[in-house]
């Protein structure tokens, strides 16, 4: 097994039998070099191959002239959200080459195994080639016009039946900006808000929990900024497997600052091999430990006394929760000595500038927002918020997950987080230019316009249930899938369940994906071949908030079409069947109007604009187009550490920061440099200053919610102030400092009610500017809550986890009770108590995670060569001494067994020390296999990926955070036994 990284084991027999049992057939070695595109002379002159040397090669448009100039195009990395640089080289339409940017001040020249192999996205031959459905379990090729007039058909017959909020929509962190905001768009106009994607099941704690504390819902620093660390915790994050090129940041601020290193994890990972001190601590409690460093800091008096009375509130109540987390109480709970707890605690408080990373270890659990509140509230505790080398690093999943959350792909959100109600319906009819009672007639109604949709991780419950459990007219049946996999929700048998019911199944991406297998379907299912990023152009956002622009490298291969044309053509087709209905919603004429079409597509640059016309709250105003080409043109001038452009920098990004990092407040013209650190009061808000968002109102408990003393550098209001609107800008006397066109904006759009126009809804952004001539951040300068009262935990407490090994500790740390949300019963104490009884035939805590060379589903990675030639097998780590006991041995068949839906799931085993004794952990990046049974023939011919194996969330089980409906995928309960 590869899981061994320093195995030696011969590697050329690896790949071959990886290939064995292909449905294109078992390979021979010939027929392997042939299907690699390796001749018996070119193998023999493989060796004399220098690195500028190109060979004669075959490609989609003949064989090759090299004659032909080379061409160098940038886009981005498909995989992670770190947003390395590719550099591809393009020779007669051919992509023929690759590096490693070296001007990108994120990567640097570098890559991990994922993005290094990125080209063979494009070249992969277990692409999808070409429409499918599937009838009588038998996969057939139909044409594209076909295949939309049929999907139209279906879609529109469940309309006219069961309503538009029986389709349900899932979109993807592989869109690009554009392509997320234009999916979102399409679900307003099907008339439903059940749209979601990939930041439900992985960071839609973050977003729900760091915007509930100091505004927005999104990294305060960056990558970069890291090296300006003295202390970093990582804790429910493994970035040298997850997110290997931003470890450079990382290891060389350790350097660089000599700084502390912490890793908090129930496993020692890669990462913790690099740690200056690591904490294993039990899983789910991170709550715990959280309060437990707090505990120390508070009986110490390491706390920034000053920084919280200017910038905080309620954190007298966090004092009273935390003092419940004395030593020897934490350790109780935690298992963490308390020895190590007092130094961990006093190195984050007194060694600052000082930075808290996670990642989904964090996020995907029951808890998962109170954890992140609780992480949040460390920081503030501290100070360590809105400076160089402090911050939340939150480090996002997807190549684009912060871009496609930002924009709407989210059941709780118009684009840009603008929520549900009226006015934010309102805004954005004015941003697409139609009716708003002509937007609330494409709903049931206008209560069901502004109520929250079905999220990803219930989809399957909501098609199961019966229908008087849905709160909506009828349950789900049909469901349109972009750029997703579906091996990526818990409770994958019920979810099987879900599938095999749906009347409707349309999967658009590069690959078939684990949709296609997963479930025994017979019929109704339509597979379209989506082109990869890397086949048009459009902008992805990274972690750090800032966006790049990624150029078409090369046309879209086989019959693949972008995800703009793909929106637009169905939305013509959906016309037709409505015709054909007599219905009279109409979709392509006025959602796409205000856009250039070419070739059957809108362009990526006018969606981008109007990107900047709606999207204020969050300051994509500023992000142009222009902007942003210009940015990857010059990458080479903008500094590593700042990322501000350098003072050679041409005039025309000179002062930028790299990306324009959001909030780029106010129009392109204006040139905001965007926002490399968030709430940073030592700018100017023209130089890319901010405060705490004054968004919770303006007091509480008769207490101020605005920040006292404490403002933006060159702010003329020397104090906290709220959100702007006309009525502020009236009563400070700024109001007729707004020109006379944008005083005629505000009259056209808001009439008598001009004085409710805020800076988020001037669709002429003259507040903002004005705001910004007086040094005032448009958002309003608020204090950070550390009581969060719309929360059900206001301030977080620990909750064992639904599945818990430790039943004595659920009478004192109940989860929550069971109740509604998101249209659908939401269990928890009932589940809980049921886990009283389960616990001893489950003994062990089953958590899972990623690997270097997989990514998401896996569906991508694992069917390109040279990833699956590392890692060929889906295997459980195992702690020794629970192997012993179990007359388990390394590299064994394993059956492991999950305590839902008699679940299981045959794997390999990897003993090892990584993982404590009673704690397992599982890869989630793999699918094909369901329950010990091989369902390669399952997917069209040629497509299936090279790597198969059991998924991970066919043992994971029931347990949802109550905010957002995240997933719990860390901490359930197995049982593991020999094959």
């Given at each position: ?16 039998s990886a290939y064995q049992g292909l449905s294109a057939g078992g390979l ?507 086949e048009c152009d459009g902008s992805r956002t990274c972690s750090n908030r ?251 407490v620990h909750r064992e986890p639904i599945y818990t090994p430790r039943t ?172």
């Amino acid at each position: 097994m590869l899981i061994k990284r320093s195995d030696g084991r011969a590697a050329k027999q690896r790949l071959a039998s990886a290939y064995q049992g292909l449905s294109a057939g078992g390979l021979d070695r010939r027929a392997f070099l042939r299907q690699a595109g390796i001749t018996g002379a070119g193998l023999a002159a493989l060796g004399s191959l220098g690195t500028g040397r190109v060979e004669a090669a075959e490609g989609s448009m003949g064989v090759l002239d090299h004659a032909q100039p080379v061409t160098r195009v940038k886009n981005i990395c498909t995989h992670c959200s770190v947003g390395c640089t590719v550099t591809a080289e393009v020779q007669n339409g051919v992509w023929v080459g690759q590096e490693p940017s070296w001007d990108s001040p994120i990567n640097r020249g570098t890559h991990c195994a994922k993005g290094a192999s990125v080209r063979e996205l494009v070249h992969g031959d277990r692409r999808l080639k070409y429409p499918m459905k599937l009838v009588g379990g038998t996969w057939q090729r139909l044409s594209w016009d076909t295949a939309l007039s049929e999907i139209a058909d279906k879609m529109m017959a469940i309309r006219q039946a069961s309503g538009p909020d029986s389709v349900f929509l899932l979109g993807s962190a592989k869109f690009s900006n554009e392509g997320a905001y234009l999916y979102r768009k399409f679900a307003a106009f099907w008339g439903t808000n059940s749209v979601d994607h990939q930041a439900r099941i992985c960071h839609s704690t973050t977003v729900a929990g760091v915007a509930n504390t100091w505004g927005y819902g999104a990294m305060t620093n960056s990558y970069n900024d890291i090296r300006n660390a003295k202390t970093m915790i990582i804790m429910g994050g493994n970035p040298a497997e997850a997110h290997p090129v931003s470890l450079q940041h990382i290891l060389s601020g350790k350097e660089i600052n000599r700084a502390n290193l912490i890793v908090i994890d129930p496993r020692f990972t890669r990462t913790a091999a690099h740690a200056t001190e690591f904490m294993r601590i039990r899983p789910g409690t991170d709550i715990p430990i959280i309060w437990g460093l707090l505990w120390h800091i508070f009986e110490n008096g390491w706390e920034d006394k000053q920084f919280i009375e200017q910038r905080v509130f309620g954190m007298e109540k966090v004092r009273a929760e935390v003092a419940k987390w004395n030593p020897q109480e934490c350790e109780r709970v935690t298992g963490v000595p308390a020895a190590q707890m007092r130094k961990v605690a006093e190195l984050f408080a007194t060694q600052k500038p000082a930075t808290l990373i996670w990642c989904m270890g964090a996020t995907q659990k029951t808890v998962g927002t109170a954890n992140v509140r609780a992480y949040s509230i460390l920081l503030l505790a501290t100070g360590n918020v809105g400076a160089p080398g402090t911050g939340a690093n939150i480090f996002r999943g997807h190549c684009n997950v912060q871009g496609a959350t930002d924009f709407g792909l989210d059941v709780t959100s118009l684009p840009a987080y603008y929520g549900l109600d009226e006015n934010a319906w309102r805004h954005w009819c004015r941003v697409w230019d139609v009716s708003y009672e002509s937007m609330i007639a494409r709903f049931d109604s206008k209560a069901m316009m502004e109520t929250p949709g079905i999220p990803t991780t219930r989809y399957f419950d909501a098609v199961t249930l019966p229908k008087d459990q849905v709160q909506q007219r009828d349950t789900i049946k049909g469901m349109v899938v972009f750029g997703h996999g579906g091996n990526t929700v818990t409770r994958m048998p019920e979810a099987k369940k879900g599938l095999e019911k749906l009347d409707l199944l349309v999967v658009v991406d590069p690959h078939p994906t684990s949709f296609a297998m997963q479930s025994d379907r017979r019929d109704g299912t339509y597979l379209l071949p989506a082109c990869t990023q890397f086949e048009c152009d459009g902008s992805r956002t990274c972690s750090n908030r800032s966006a790049q622009w990624g150029a078409q490298v090369v046309k879209p291969i086989f019959e693949s079409k972008s995800d703009y044309e793909v929106m637009y053509r169905l939305a013509g087709a959906l016309d037709v069947a409505a015709e054909k209905r007599n219905m009279p919603v109409r979709f392509q004429a006025e959602m796409f109007k205000p856009f250039d079409i070419r070739d059957s597509a809108p362009t990526a640059e006018s969606l981008l604009r109007e990107i900047n016309r709606g999207s204020l709250s969050t300051g994509y105003s500023g992000i142009s187009p222009e902007r942003l080409k210009l940015h990857m043109q010059h990458q080479d001038k903008f500094d590593l550490v700042t990322l501000r452009a350098k003072p050679d920098a041409p005039a025309e990004i000179r002062g930028d920061f790299y990306g324009l990092p959001w909030p780029c407040f106010g129009t392109p013209e204006m040139r905001h440099p965007g926002s490399h650190i968030l709430y940073n009061t030592n700018l100017h808000v023209k130089e890319g200053g901010g405060v705490f968002r004054a968004r919770f109102g303006v007091e509480r408990e008769g207490k101020t919610l605005l920040a006292e003393g404490s403002y933006s550098r060159g702010s003329e209001i020397q104090d906290g102030y709220p959100e702007f609107t006309v009525a502020v800008l009236k009563r400070l006397g700024w109001f007729d400092e707004l020109t006379a066109a944008e005083k005629a904006s505000l009259d056209r759009y808001f009439g008598a009610n001009i004085d409710r126009a805020s800076w988020a809804t001037d669709l002429s952004c003259g507040i903002i500017r004005v705001a910004m001539e007086h040094g005032c951040v448009p958002y309003g300068n608020g204090k950070a809550r550390a009581d969060a009262w719309n929360l059900p935990d206001p301030i977080p407490v620990h909750r064992e986890p639904i599945y818990t090994p430790r039943t004595d500790l659920i009478a004192q740390y109940p989860t929550l009770p069971d109740r509604r949300g998101f249209r659908l019963p939401h269990l928890g104490q009932s589940v809980q108590n049921r886990s009283r009884e389960i616990a001893p035939n489950f003994p062990i805590v089953l958590t899972s995670g990623r690997l270097v060379e997989y990514e998401g589903g896996g569906e991508e990675t694992r069917s390109n060569r040279w990833l699956a030639e590392l890692q060929q097998d889906m295997f459980v780590e195992i702690n020794p001494a629970d192997a012993a006991a179990r007359s388990i041995s390394d590299g064994a068949w394993v059956w492991v067994r999950g305590p839902e839906s008699d679940s299981k799931a045959r794997v390999k085993a990897l003993v090892t020390e990584r993982v404590g004794r009673g704690v397992a952990f599982m890869p989630f990046h793999f699918a094909g296999w369901y329950q010990g049974e091989d369902r390669r023939g399952k997917y069209p011919p040629g497509t299936d990926p090279i790597v198969l194996g059991e998924s991970v969330n066919t043992l994971t089980s029931y347990g949802y955070d109550p905010v957002t409906f995240m997933q719990e995928t860390k901490v359930t309960l197995c049982q593991i036994s020999a094959a």
